[in-house]
T-cell receptor, first 114, second 114 residues
Framework: GAGVSQTPSNKVTEKGKYVELRCDPISGHTALYWYRQSLGQGPEFLIY????????DSGLPNDRFFAVRPEGSVSTLKIQRTERGDSAVYLC????????????FGEGSRLTVL | AQSVTQLGSHVSVSEGALVLLRCNYS??????LFWYVQYPNQGLQLLLK??????LVKGINGFEAEFKKSETSFHLTKPSAHMSDAAEYFCAVSDRNSGYALNFGKGTSLLVTP
């Protein structure tokens, strides 16, 4: 389809494991964003990319979280040594231009850490 | 830093009644303001946005919002609620200082009763 695609849609892992979440943005969109949404909360900003570079990673909670976008399209959010508190829905969004503020969201990847 | 506050985590209206969802913002520079909607098991979808043009903004599905600088508000309204409007609604703000990354409120769950 033409929308933002996120995989996996659901991921269950054990505490301490490593997890990768993938985002495939809308073709041609230069800006890509990662958010995290916990139950009953609004989406929380993590990081955004303009092209291949991370323009703002101030929302990453700690150094266990890392994201890449090596070719300026697909992005991967990587979480090391997962903790139960990392359980949330991880949302990816893309935008044709960074200054429009109009984000197109995927349906998210639900991460459950046991 | 910019932020938004949504008053009322749950709002219930009768079908056909006025919908009013409240949002107040805080920003040190002219903001961009948004309302997003999240239907059950779906991704976030843009309802409308304010980007310093007309202060009364019309969006999809009959929703509109008015930017009031004096009140730092951006409340969402719809004259007549439909059952299909039941969803989670998020107000969000961005500005050039934040690199246009959206900061979301905690959301308001709208329930429409017959």
């Amino acid at each position: 389809g033409a929308g933002v695609s996120q995989t996996p849609s659901n991921k269950v892992t054990e505490k301490g494991k490593y997890v990768e979440l993938r985002c495939d943005p809308i073709s041609g969109h230069t800006a890509l964003y990662w958010y995290r949404q916990s139950l009953g909360q609004g989406p929380e900003f993590l990081i955004y990319f303009q092209g291949t570079g991370a323009a703002d990673d101030s929302g990453l909670p700690n150094d266990r979280f890392f994201a890449v976008r090596p070719e300026g399209s697909v992005s991967t959010l990587k979480i090391q040594r997962t903790e139960r508190g990392d359980s949330a829905v991880y949302l990816c969004a893309s935008s044709p231009h960074v200054d429009t503020g109009e984000l197109f969201f995927g349906e998210g990847s639900r991460l459950t850490v046991l | 830093a910019q932020s938004v506050t949504q008053l009322g985590s749950h709002v219930s209206v009768s079908e056909g009644a006025l919908v009013l969802l409240r949002c107040n913002y805080s920003s040190s520079v002219p903001p961009y303001l948004f309302w997003y909607v999240q239907y059950p098991n779906q991704g976030l979808q843009l309802l409308l946005k304010y980007t310093s043009a007309a202060t009364l903004v019309k969006g999809i599905n009959g929703f509109e919002a008015e930017f009031k600088k004096s009140e730092t508000s951006f409340h969402l309204t719809k004259p007549s609620a439909h059952m299909s409007d039941a969803a989670e609604y998020f107000c969000a703000v961005s500005d050039r200082n934040s690199g246009y990354a959206l900061n979301f409120g905690k959301g308001t769950s709208l329930l429409v009763t017959p």
